[in-house]
């Protein structure tokens, strides 16, 4: 069989798989801090007994597009995001710090600070804990005061405050699980300059137009590999035909 099949093969399944990061994108884009995923596709030269005379493609995850999104106000103090350059740390599934962009935080019925979906958020030692409280406030810097039951509403007290970092995004990957990772040595310190704006979440980055305009295009990509494959196809069909003949 012609190895034209193999290589107009790969190219469709690596379209599908294009496909598949782009329609995630657009599956997030009401998702509040999403950052869109980057796709490309490259020629993988494949080598054997003669010439690499043929490539098979390949569909890959580059990066991912830390522009930050816009700001929508919800009027909830304890929905945060991040104004400007940074990060607010989390801390994930697995007991890694991980990092976020914007939060709908929420205390538990064990007065740990947690995000909308469940990861308790760092302080200055490990993830807060909120005493007993009527109201809490969280201040620019990432102050965390309450006003302790049964104080007077001019009495608060300072708990505990955010751990913001600010650090290289080159050195900032996108996990699976949609968090944002730290992959150089060493921890990220906290850096005072990062400023929180409350009542506020970051919206997703994602374009929905160019999304769907990059679907469109590799869709019609796929449709020209399935056509290579017929094309194939016909030739083997018509080199056994002459085989018959002869």
Same mark, same amino acid.
């Given at each position: 069989?012609?190895?034209?099949?193999?290589?107009?093969?790969?190219?469709?399944?690596?379209?599908?798989?294009?496909?598949?990061?782009?329609?995630?994108?657009?599956?997030?884009?009401?998702?509040?801090?999403?950052?869109?995923?980057?796709?490309?596709?490259?020629?993988?030269?494949?080598?054997?007994?003669?010439?690499?005379?043929?490539?098979?493609?390949?569909?890959?995850?580059?990066?991912?597009?830390?522009?930050?999104?816009?700001?929508?106000?919800?009027?909830?103090?304890?929905?945060?995001?991040?104004?400007?350059?940074?990060?607010?740390?989390?801390?994930?599934?697995?007991?890694?710090?991980?990092?976020?962009?914007?939060?709908?935080?929420?205390?538990?019925?064990?007065?740990?600070?947690?995000?909308?979906?469940?990861?308790?958020?760092?302080?200055?030692?490990?993830?807060?804990?909120? +005493?007993?409280?009527?109201?809490? #406030?969280? *201040?620019? @810097? !990432?102050? %965390?005061?309450?006003?302790?039951? =049964?104080?007077?509403?001019?009495?608060?007290?300072?708990?505990?405050?955010?751990?913001?970092?600010? +650090?290289?995004?080159?050195?900032? #990957?996108? *996990?699976? @699980? !949609?968090? %944002?990772?730290?992959?150089?040595? =060493?921890?990220?310190?906290?850096?005072?300059?990062?400023?929180?704006?409350?009542?506020?979440?970051?919206?997703?980055?994602?374009?929905?137009?160019?999304?769907?305009?990059?679907?469109?295009?590799?869709?019609?990509?796929?449709?020209?590999?399935?056509?290579?494959?017929?094309?194939?196809?016909?030739?083997?069909?018509?080199?056994?035909?002459?085989?018959?003949?002869?």
């Amino acid at each position: 069989m012609d190895k034209m099949l193999y290589v107009s093969m790969t190219g469709a399944h690596q379209n599908t798989l294009a496909q598949r990061a782009h329609a995630n994108n657009l599956a997030n884009v009401s998702t509040t801090g999403f950052r869109r995923d980057f796709e490309q596709a490259r020629s993988m030269p494949i080598f054997g007994d003669g010439y690499p005379a043929r490539v098979y493609a390949m569909s890959e995850r580059p990066g991912t597009d830390f522009t930050p999104g816009t700001l929508q106000e919800t009027g909830r103090d304890l929905d945060v995001a991040i104004g400007g350059q940074g990060w607010l740390a989390v801390q994930a599934a697995d007991g890694s710090e991980a990092y976020v962009r914007t939060a709908s935080l929420n205390v538990d019925a064990l007065g740990v600070l947690r995000t909308g979906n469940g990861l308790p958020v760092m302080g200055n030692a490990g993830p807060i804990a909120i +005493p007993p409280e009527q109201k809490i #406030e969280i *201040g620019q @810097d !990432g102050t %965390i005061s309450i006003r302790a039951l =049964g104080e007077a509403p001019s009495v608060l007290a300072e708990v505990d405050r955010l751990k913001l970092v600010n +650090p290289d995004l080159k050195q900032m #990957e996108k *996990g699976t @699980d !949609g968090l %944002i990772r730290f992959k150089g040595d =060493g921890a990220v310190e906290a850096d005072a300059t990062v400023q929180i704006t409350s009542g506020f979440l970051e919206s997703s980055n994602v374009n929905a137009v160019t999304e769907m305009t990059a679907m469109l295009s590799l869709s019609r990509q796929f449709e020209l590999q399935v056509k290579m494959m017929r094309t194939a196809e016909d030739n083997a069909a018509s080199m056994a035909r002459l085989l018959q003949m002869t």
